[in-house]
């Protein structure tokens, strides 16, 4: 019976001691991000995986191993060797892409200790949306998955204000801003081809400004902005705004076939 007891209480020590951090940072896709991890100690090792199985990154009392490592991170990763005194053993990861997002976890072996790191991906749309006052805006964002039932999707304005939520394949208005009421659409329709567009209607002045589609699934980060001008005389819209117009259906056209 005491032996017993004494190897439940053991059991429990080595999980208190097992500790695990979570920190969320964001990278853009082409970019890189440095994904964080120390230790009060130095001469530790340290394996960085992706998901709890791909080899991302060891480093073995010091020395960096990269034997084993996925391919798909292959010449794109690197320590600070410099900074292992300090027990620095954070990682840069470069050319980020989208399945890149996702949970890493750094396991320092000596102190029975993890820390993970969420990584969402970041997609800035290179493209300016131009709208006008009383008129209505496509703005893109898609889904590399075609499980709709189980995609959940936040559109935010500004990083703050609640534009339109889908959640699990459903829209969603019940934490929408007063100011976007009955003045945004999506397309139900295309959820199960992965198509997550916002059409934002009767457009004001303070809607310019940035829109973020935020796939929490894939954490994937769609990121574009607004500009909302004066109401456009027939005849003068200039051949630059009409482009940008052109534009828009154009990748809305393909986000729906993708």
């Known amino acids: 019976m005491i032996i017993r007891c004494c190897v439940v209480l053991l059991h429990l020590l080595m999980m208190i001691n097992e500790v695990s951090l979570l920190v969320t940072v964001e990278g853009v896709v082409g970019g890189s991000v440095v994904l964080p991890c120390s230790s009060k100690k130095s001469q530790l090792t340290v394996n960085w995986r992706y998901g709890d199985r791909l080899i991302v990154y060891a480093i073995i009392k010091g020395q960096v191993s990269l034997e084993g490592q996925d391919p798909k991170f292959k010449s ?67 889904s590399e998955q075609n499980t709709a039932e189980d995609i959940t999707v936040h559109w935010r304005h500004n990083d703050s204000l609640k534009v339109f939520d889908i959640i699990k394949g459903k829209v969603s208005l019940q934490e929408q801003d007063s100011v976007y009421k009955n003045r945004t659409e999506s397309f139900p329709q295309a959820f199960k081809t992965g198509n997550f567009s916002l059409k934002l209607n009767n457009l004001q002045y303070n809607d310019s400004g940035n829109y973020k589609c935020h796939i929490t699934n894939e954490l994937l980060i769609y990121s574009m902005e607004l500009l909302v001008k004066g109401e456009k005389d027939q005849g003068t819209q200039s051949r630059t705004e009409k482009i940008v117009a052109l534009l828009s259906v154009f990748i809305l056209l393909c986000i729906q076939v993708y």
């Open 76 to 142: 794109r990763t690197k320590s600070f060797t410099e900074e292992y005194l300090r027990g620095n053993f954070s990682i840069k990861l470069n050319d980020l892409q989208h399945t890149d997002a996702g949970e890493y976890q750094c396991y320092i072996i000596e102190e029975s200790k993890i820390e993970t790191v969420e990584l969402r991906i970041k997609v800035p749309l290179q493209v300016l949306f131009v709208g006008f006052v009383g008129d209505s805006v496509v703005l893109p964002c898609s």
